[in-house]
């Protein structure tokens, strides 16, 4: 069972017990949050949630980049078999990555 689906009968459950009724500000909206709000943990939280998979994904690009620079200017054997091993391992993880973003 999916974790939304699984939310809206727990929501369901307390509606037709009547835990729902009479709550503190029902039938007002929510009241927006600024970023004051937040200690600085759960602030930090907010934006990896929100944007760590972006940053994450950007950082990985970048080393990828540097990887395959470093590989252009390797003649040594060894060397390459290594910096071709991370690259796949670099490249494998962007395209987890790529695929959550899709999701």
Request: proline fraction near 2%; charge should be positive.
């Amino acid at each position: 069972m999916g974790m939304d689906r699984l939310i809206e009968q727990q929501i369901r459950r307390s509606q037709m017990n009547g835990s729902m009724d009479r709550l503190h500000g029902e039938g007002k909206p929510i009241p927006r949050r600024s970023g004051t709000n937040f200690s600085q943990s759960a602030r930090m939280s907010v934006v990896d949630g929100a944007g760590g998979g972006i940053q994450g994904e950007l950082a990985l690009r970048r080393e990828i980049s540097s990887l395959e620079n470093k590989l252009s200017a390797t003649t040594k054997t060894h060397e390459r078999v290594e910096l071709r091993k991370a690259l796949m391992d670099k490249r494998h993880e962007l395209s987890v990555y790529e695929e959550a973003r899709r999701k």
